[in-house]
């Protein structure tokens, strides 16, 4: 990097949608993070903050996922598949990259990519820490174990509490950082 250049900082924003906030699979925990969310996407520009959405189809109780979690969520084109739409607004102009399982391998292949053409940096925050923030951390960390990841635990909530910061603790073990 030369000299005054500066790191780009991403933020990754993982699954803020209506079914894992006060939907099919909502938690008051998750309903207590929105403000902090939208929070911290405010101070990101537009061009550097990344989204998932969890998405099914109608055959989801027939997958793996579906079988071992019995709950229809996040069916494409359901009101609880949608990101809630306060924190949508803020998202105009996001990559949205919509996953059929808990870790989005283009959104890493992506990263990687970019990671490639310059030196950036990775925050990521959203629902749940448990399942979908952990699987996309490690997934990124194994792409790019040398790209500074780091989760912001006051804009992430679990399906329990104790999951939570069960899964924190595994990001920090894995060299991500906790906020």
């Given at each position: 990097?030369?000299?005054?250049?500066?790191?780009?900082?991403?933020?990754?924003?993982?699954?803020?949608?209506?079914?894992?906030?006060?939907?099919?699979?909502?938690?008051?925990?998750?309903?207590?993070?929105?403000?902090?969310?939208?929070?911290?996407?405010?101070?990101?520009?537009?061009?550097?903050?990344?989204?998932?959405?969890?998405t099914h189809g109608l055959n989801y109780l027939l997958t793996q996922e579906g079988m071992h979690l019995p709950v229809e969520h996040c069916i494409r084109g359901s009101k609880g598949w949608e990101i809630r739409e306060d924190i949508a607004a803020l998202l105009e102009g996001?990559?949205?990259?919509?996953?059929?399982?808990?870790?989005?391998?283009?959104?890493?292949?992506?990263?990687?990519?970019?990671?490639?053409?310059?030196?950036?940096?990775?925050?990521?925050?959203?629902?749940?820490?448990?399942?979908?923030?952990?699987?996309?951390?490690?997934?990124?960390?194994?792409?790019?174990?040398?790209?500074?990841?780091?989760?912001?635990?006051?804009?992430?909530?679990?399906?329990?509490?104790?999951?939570?910061?069960?899964?924190?603790?595994?990001?920090?073990?894995?060299?991500?950082?906790?906020?």
């Amino acid at each position: 990097m030369g000299e005054g250049a500066q790191m780009r900082k991403l933020l990754i924003v993982i699954d803020m949608q209506n079914d894992f906030i006060d939907g099919a699979l909502g938690t008051p925990e998750a309903v207590a993070i929105v403000e902090n969310v939208k929070d911290k996407i405010r101070t990101y520009p537009a061009e550097d903050i990344f989204a998932t959405m969890d998405t099914h189809g109608l055959n989801y109780l027939l997958t793996q996922e579906g079988m071992h979690l019995p709950v229809e969520h996040c069916i494409r084109g359901s009101k609880g598949w949608e990101i809630r739409e306060d924190i949508a607004a803020l998202l105009e102009g996001a990559k949205i990259y919509e996953k059929p399982t808990f870790g989005s391998t283009a959104l890493a292949e992506d990263m990687k990519a970019l990671s490639l053409q310059e030196e950036i940096e990775l925050e990521l925050i959203g629902l749940c820490t448990d399942i979908c923030v952990v699987s996309n951390a490690l997934l990124l960390k194994a792409s790019m174990p040398e790209v500074k990841i780091s989760v912001d635990a006051s804009c992430c909530a679990g399906v329990t509490p104790e999951s939570h910061e069960a899964a924190l603790q595994t990001m920090k073990m894995c060299q991500i950082g906790i906020i």
